[in-house]
């Protein structure tokens, strides 16, 4: 009998976002409301989903969220004019710019007009490099999810050998960055990698963010492996569409210890840790805040 253990990133979730709303109610009574900018290009139905979702996930913490929606044909100074003045303004912690962009937008020069401190989804180059120096800094909100489930499954993960199955700015590098920081021997996997199936077989720890359905079935999986499944994926099964992961979740099942669904896995994860980088961003900024205005020291 198969005895591998779901891995309830829903329930997870509601632990990070709970501690999140005590933590929020702390800094409201200090007079400190933390804010989280949210600003969507263009009328993608899919973005027009996620940016309600993390707006009403904001709410629900008690932050405090302001919504942007701009024309898809806006121009790109128009746009670097608003993520300017929600730099300069203090009382806005976290900015959100929800990707993808119009292809006339510059992706890389608009991520990189948010002002580091307050750049919720980590993707400014400074905290790129902050990750990888192993500086503290605000990190992506999907593998900073991952380890939280990771942790809460294997505990230490010191000494493991982890594969990470993908190499995106987003997902695979971060990921790859946290799990070396957590003392894993970290394998990085991509499209021209050769034995991708042999050395994944090798892992205590597999992480999938391929977005192909199904694409890692047992004969990837070690016997007793832990896999976090971040691929989502919509398939159509005769009438029916519904979302799968990266892994064949039936044929890993019984092989591995423990396994994320999909959905019900990573994909809450993200959303608790966008509250979670919103607070911590809300929180260094007041600390910066009171530093600069506390009175000079007297000279007598
Ligand atoms: P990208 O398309 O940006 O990256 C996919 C990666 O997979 C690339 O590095 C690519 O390699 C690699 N790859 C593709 N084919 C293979 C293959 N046959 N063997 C090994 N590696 C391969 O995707 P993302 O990282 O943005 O997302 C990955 C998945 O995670 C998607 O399903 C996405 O929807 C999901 N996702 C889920 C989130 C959540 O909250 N749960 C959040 C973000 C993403 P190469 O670099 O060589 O092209």
Known sequence: MNSAQL???????ARVLQQVKVDVASMVADG????LAVVLVGEDPASQVYVRNKILRAEECGIRSLEYKLADDIGEDELLELIRRLNADREVHGILLQLPLPAHIEETLALQAIDPGKDVDGFHSENVGGLSQGRTVLTPCTPSGCMQ????????????????IGRSNIVGKPMAALLLQAHCSVTVLHSRS??????????????????????????WLKPGAVVID??????????????????DFDSALPVVSAITPVPG????MTIAFLMK????AAQQQAKTHAKSEAPCPSIS
């Open 265 to 268: 896995g990573v994909g809450p």
């Open 230 to 247: 971040v691929g989502i994926n919509r398939i159509t099964e005769g009438e029916r569409s519904r979302l799968v992961g990266d892994v």
């Open 149 to 164: 489930l990771l942790h809460d499954t294997v505990g230490d993960l010191s000494g493991k050998h982890a594969v990470v």
């Open 277 to 280: 980088n919103t607070l911590i």
């Open 7 to 13: 891995i309830d990133g829903k329930a997870a979730a």
């Open 32 to 35: 400190i409301q933390p804010c």
């Open 194 to 219: 050769q034995n991708a199936a042999a050395l994944s077989r090798q892992a205590d720890i597999v992480i999938a963010a391929v977005g192909r359905p199904r694409m890692i079935d047992a004969s």
